[in-house]
């Protein structure tokens, strides 16, 4: 299927994750130009971008920073004079752990506000900069990567699980005015536990009471992530908008 994202521009944020990676390879695959927003992995999206090809432009991005999301879509522009996708896959890591007690409200308010603030404020910072070029444009797809966290709970994820709700609900009403400018998208994919390159460690040690529950009976791995995302992000999807799609094998 021809997903015609040949030369669309593809901001993908988080790119040098262990998900990042793997959905700027997607994207890159499909023909997209695609832009490697990282943290602090320079060297990670220097070797990747030289991977990817001569279409792929790296920019350092710092979720929750309001200037360093203002030079990145600037730096875009300068790069191609266009933003086509956002995927917003950053994320700002952040669980309970206070002390041997374990109670959420015994963390710290520096870290809970830092988890809930930047996870949210972040992606909706950026979307808020990108969609004045989309509307322009009548076309663009927005792709909210979430956790099966903001909606299945875990101990030590209140914050960063609450921060991924928030985003379901931006996603779901920008969805109404995005449309009536164009053909304009915006979406949740909420991957469950997924197998990565740089998680194995966390994966690996996953009862097989847990993976007894997923219908498919294992963890899906990255590349079942990212064609879903591919998908939502293209011109081949015209009607699916507002959603959260969980991808999770059938949790």
């Known amino acids: 299927m021809d997903l015609g994202l040949t030369r669309r521009t593809v901001i993908i944020t988080g790119a040098t994750g262990g998900l990042g990676g793997p959905i700027a390879r997607r ?49 875009v522009l300068a790069w191609s ?22 109670r959420f409200e015994d963390v710290p308010d520096d870290t809970w506000l830092r ?11 950026l979307s808020r900069l990108v969609v004045p070029h989309m509307r322009q444009r009548r076309w663009g797809r927005l792709v909210h ?3 099966s966290i903001a909606t299945n709970g875990m101990a030590g994820g209140e914050y960063y699980g609450a921060a991924k709700a928030a985003l379901h ?22 991957p ?21 529950l997923i219908p498919l009976g294992r963890l899906l791995d990255a590349d079942e ?3 879903p995302i ?4 293209s011109a081949a999807n015209t009607g699916i908008t507002g959603q959260v799609i969980a991808i999770d094998g059938g949790v």
Do not use: Q
Not at 64 to 69: F, K, P, R, V
Not at 116 to 124: H, K, Q, T, V, Y
Not at 174 to 180: D, E, K, N
Not at 194 to 211: E, M, Q, W
């Open 192 to 212: 469950g536990l997924t197998r990565t390159a740089t998680n194995g460690h966390i994966v690996d040690s996953v009862p097989d009471s847990y993976t007894d």
């Open 115 to 125: 988890v809930l603030r930047d996870n949210i404020e972040g992606a909706l910072e």
């Open 27 to 75: 994207f890159a695959a499909e023909g997209a130009d695609v832009v490697l927003a990282y943290h602090r992995a320079a060297d990670t999206a220097g070797k990747l971008a030289a991977d990817l090809g001569e279409r792929t432009m790296v920019a350092r991005y710092e979720l929750g920073d309001a200037g360093s999301a203002r030079d990145l879509v600037d730096a």
């Open 225 to 227: 992530i990212t064609a």
């Open 81 to 102: 004079g266009r933003i086509d996708v956002l995927v917003n896959n950053a994320v700002r890591w952040g669980m309970s752990e206070p002390d041997a007690s374990g």
């Open 169 to 190: 609900g931006f996603s779901r009403s920008a969805a109404f005015s995005l449309g009536r400018s164009g053909d304009i998208l915006s979406n949740v994919v909420s």
């Open 230 to 233: 591919a998908f939502l992000a």
């Open 145 to 147: 990567v979430s956790s």
